[in-house]
C-alpha cells in the first residue's frame, strides 16, 4: 500500500514562489504515472500538472501552464510541483496522487484515473 505525504505548502504573496514535495512511502512509485490536484474552498477538486512514470512526458492545466513544473526523482521516490508567479487564485489545498495501475508512460488529467492520494497540503497566496 502506497502512502503519500505532501509539503511545502504555506502562505505566500502574489508574484512568488514555492515548491510542493509529495513523499512516498510504503512502496516505490518510481514507474507510476503521478499528479498534482487541487481543491480551494466551495470548490471542485482540480485537475493541476501530471507526469508519467518514465517522467518524459507531462501535462498542465491552462491555468498553470508556464508557471508551475512538475518533475520527479526517482532516487527518493518522490514528486516536486514548483509553483512560480503564485498568484491569489492558486490558493487551495494541493493533493497529489499516484495512479499503480496504468502503464509508465502514461499520463492522466482525471482524477478517478488514480489510486492513492496524499492528505493535502495547504497552500495560501495574499495580494
Known amino acids: 500500500q502506497v502512502h503519500l505525504v505532501e509539503s511545502g505548502g504555506g502562505l505566500v504573496q502574489t508574484g512568488g514562489s514555492l515548491r510542493l514535495l509529495c513523499a512516498a512511502s510504503?512502496?516505490?512509485?518510481?514507474?507510476?504515472?503521478m499528479g498534482w490536484f487541487r481543491q480551494a474552498p466551495g470548490k471542485e477538486r482540480e485537475f493541476v500538472a501530471a507526469?508519467?512514470?518514465?517522467?518524459?512526458?507531462?501535462y498542465y492545466a491552462d491555468s498553470t501552464k508556464g508557471r508551475f513544473t512538475i518533475s520527479r526523482d526517482s532516487g527518493t521516490n518522490t514528486i516536486y510541483l514548483q509553483m512560480n508567479s503564485l498568484k491569489v487564485e492558486d490558493t487551495a489545498v494541493y493533493y497529489c496522487?499516484?495512479?499503480?495501475?496504468?502503464?509508465?508512460?502514461?499520463?492522466?488529467?482525471?482524477?478517478?484515473?488514480?489510486?492513492?492520494w496524499g492528505q493535502g497540503t495547504q497552500v495560501t497566496v495574499s495580494s
Open positions: 507526469i508519467s512514470g518514465t517522467g518524459v512526458r507531462t
Open positions: 496522487a499516484a495512479d499503480g495501475t496504468s502503464a509508465s508512460g502514461n499520463i492522466y488529467r482525471t482524477s478517478g484515473a488514480y489510486d492513492y
Open positions: 510504503g512502496g516505490s512509485i518510481r514507474s507510476y504515472p
